[in-house]
DNA sequence: ATGATAGATGGAAACGCTTACACTGTCTAT
DNA sequence: ATAGACAGTGTAAGCGTTTCCATCTATCAT
């Protein structure tokens, strides 16, 4: 079954079937009609990599996440197919798991299959990957990558506005001493949080205590560790900030473990508001950074870039807004 | 950069190359080393559209799932990757969005793209879908399908001994009357484990009272209402079984929201043991299915069927087990 | 030495599309 | 009536691989 068979019984020419199936303006309703109607009788259904090959398009954009079961991807990814669908696009969708040989591999696949533009959505990824697109003209799109370069569009979260929502709430609230679990130190974004962290307090004239900011992971079980050495403290901090929303439900599971309550004894916010934020007990106050709209301006930046051929990239500002939850409360009186 | 272009710095033709990359057994080392150095050279990356154009074999193959937005289905896309990868194939995952139209989107990508097989892990399709797959001779596996047909692998799940489990569990524990949260009538999966639980009761002597049997929706919102109907009753049962782990989180907000107690007031069983279950407060007793057993078996059944050209799939079935976590615990003694 | 055999390699057709270009027939302006 | 423009369609040359078949060379039994 192919376009010549269809041809054939619509008594074209594979070049009009082409046409028709293209959309082209240059056949008559009739006709297109006609080989419509033939495509529909035979089932024909064109076959993507001839269609790739000769057209030397393949309509297929890129999308490098670290990790599916992350909860954080789940809604990128729809969001990144839904808009790719609108566009006409198809999505190819590739999990590093965080291990740099699996992001060579993935960025081999998306090499061999001739994306039109890739969104890399996990910080790490080796400069010599990203020549090797850059050699190609592929179009790329980062999440907050440190290094900006030419030819490469980036999308930039203001987590400054966001991590101050966060502090100027639980100041509102009473808060004096605020703590932070941040996350892995070795992932460019959990060092951004963190940044974002200390600059607030500066910002808000209080003073910084080291002890108070604990080392996770960004999963639950780095949470619930970290949260336990913070109140391991005799003085512990009434409020805890949690670089991601995995990280706080995991810390909101080493308090009650530690017969306090949330969110009388102590307030915990998140980060990401991740859908699982509003179900917890109670449910967490966040600081939202919308995955729908990374997953728009990313996809957007691409295929701008691939469609105009343009060389420079563009950058994007994403504004994260604070979600005020069950998670904060005021500061408990008897504490210090 | 073409296969052409490496055969001319490698002296040799492009049949050879092309043998080398496929790693045929028909090629010297020393030719097939300079092959491999010629390629490493020119960062040369074969292109996957015209390898499938010209080999008939697209080495791809489709996972369908609903939502991957809903938690039971990351780590089932992840599993269907990892095992793939392990046999050099790749996969493409479409979701069908629980809509009807969308499926045959879905359904049309997997035609166009020529898969090798394709895993439907959501329950409903359409007839003629099927039809499409099976004229085409593409290896089709099905999670629970009401409906097995020949030359299609069947994925089952003994939802009757999971739900037993869980039953038995609560019998154990001195509960008298057991309540379920179902999903939408709707879907195929969600009658079957309504069905299971009635059997259960039947089985363990115990009366089957429908006004303690609620209809959810598989998702949070849905657990909730129910459970708060539920509660309604002046004589609530002092057990609820929920028909996935989303609904029984659910359910668990409402309990709290009426003040009553988990478990000492009501125990609460999930079902699917998502990662999240681990983590709610309390943490969630649930009849856990292996995503990772289920991706397996199916994407096994699909490989092996379109390997050998066998015509029949092959049937399998996988069997949940009870994890006991927190949110279960004996029957009040007030209550009746 | 000779023919047979096997193994390595090359030549070129095929895969199913897209698209530049050529062609035909109408229509418009003169 | 006629040249020019234009719309609709067809012809055929790619696109980058794979793979069948042919060719060549080296080895071996005779």
Redesign the interface.
Same mark, same amino acid.
């Given at each position: 079954m192919n376009i010549k068979e269809v041809a054939r019984l619509a008594k074209v020419s594979t070049a009009t079937v082409s046409r028709t199936i293209n959309g082209s303006d240059k056949v008559t309703p009739e006709t297109a009609e006609r080989v419509r109607k033939a495509i529909e009788t035979l /089932?024909f259904?064109?076959?993507?990599?001839?269609r790739?090959?000769g057209s030397g398009r393949?309509s297929l954009y890129g999308l490098i996440i670290s990790?599916?079961?992350n909860?954080f991807?789940?809604?990128l990814? /729809?969001s990144f197919?839904d808009i790719a669908?609108q566009y006409g696009q198809?999505v190819l969708?590739a999990?590093t798991n965080y291990d740099p040989h699996r992001m060579e591999?993935c960025v081999?696949?998306m090499?061999?299959? /001739?994306v039109d533009g890739v969104a890399i959505m996990t910080s790490e990824i080796a400069e010599h990957l990203i020549d090797?697109f850059n050699?190609r003209k592929i179009p790329l799109a980062f999440l907050d990558t440190a290094t900006p370069q030419k030819g490469i569009s980036n999308i930039l979260v203001d987590y400054t506005a966001g991590i101050d929502a966060a502090v100027e709430h639980l100041l509102e609230l009473g808060h004096k001493t605020i703590g932070f679990i941040a996350g892995p130190m070795s992932l460019a974004s959990a060092r951004i949080r963190k940044r974002a962290f200390i600059n607030a307090l500066k910002r808000n004239d209080l003073k910084l205590d080291t002890q108070f900011i604990e080392e996770g992971n960004h999963r639950?079980d780095g949470g619930h560790e970290a949260m336990l050495r913070l109140l391991d403290h005799k003085a512990h901090p009434t409020a805890v900030i949690a670089s991601n929303d995995l990280t706080a439900?995991?810390a909101?599971?080493a308090v009650?473990e530690r017969g306090l309550r949330i969110p009388q004894d102590i307030s915990i916010v998140g980060f990401d508001d991740i859908?699982?934020s509003?179900?917890?007990?109670p449910a967490l106050t966040t600081v939202r950074l919308s995955r729908q709209e990374i997953a728009k301006m990313a996809f957007r930046a691409l295929y701008n870039t691939y469609q105009t051929g343009a060389t420079k990239g563009a950058e994007y500002t994403i504004q994260p807004n604070l979600i005020v939850r069950k998670s904060t409360g005021p500061r408990p009186v008897s504490k210090h």
């Amino acid at each position: 079954m192919n376009i010549k068979e269809v041809a054939r019984l619509a008594k074209v020419s594979t070049a009009t079937v082409s046409r028709t199936i293209n959309g082209s303006d240059k056949v008559t309703p009739e006709t297109a009609e006609r080989v419509r109607k033939a495509i529909e009788t035979l /089932k024909f259904y064109p076959n993507t990599n001839a269609r790739a090959l000769g057209s030397g398009r393949s309509s297929l954009y890129g999308l490098i996440i670290s990790d599916i079961t992350n909860p954080f991807f789940p809604e990128l990814v /729809k969001s990144f197919e839904d808009i790719a669908v609108q566009y006409g696009q198809e999505v190819l969708v590739a999990n590093t798991n965080y291990d740099p040989h699996r992001m060579e591999v993935c960025v081999s696949r998306m090499l061999q299959r /001739k994306v039109d533009g890739v969104a890399i959505m996990t910080s790490e990824i080796a400069e010599h990957l990203i020549d090797e697109f850059n050699s190609r003209k592929i179009p790329l799109a980062f999440l907050d990558t440190a290094t900006p370069q030419k030819g490469i569009s980036n999308i930039l979260v203001d987590y400054t506005a966001g991590i101050d929502a966060a502090v100027e709430h639980l100041l509102e609230l009473g808060h004096k001493t605020i703590g932070f679990i941040a996350g892995p130190m070795s992932l460019a974004s959990a060092r951004i949080r963190k940044r974002a962290f200390i600059n607030a307090l500066k910002r808000n004239d209080l003073k910084l205590d080291t002890q108070f900011i604990e080392e996770g992971n960004h999963r639950t079980d780095g949470g619930h560790e970290a949260m336990l050495r913070l109140l391991d403290h005799k003085a512990h901090p009434t409020a805890v900030i949690a670089s991601n929303d995995l990280t706080a439900i995991g810390a909101m599971g080493a308090v009650f473990e530690r017969g306090l309550r949330i969110p009388q004894d102590i307030s915990i916010v998140g980060f990401d508001d991740i859908d699982l934020s509003a179900f917890t007990q109670p449910a967490l106050t966040t600081v939202r950074l919308s995955r729908q709209e990374i997953a728009k301006m990313a996809f957007r930046a691409l295929y701008n870039t691939y469609q105009t051929g343009a060389t420079k990239g563009a950058e994007y500002t994403i504004q994260p807004n604070l979600i005020v939850r069950k998670s904060t409360g005021p500061r408990p009186v008897s504490k210090h």
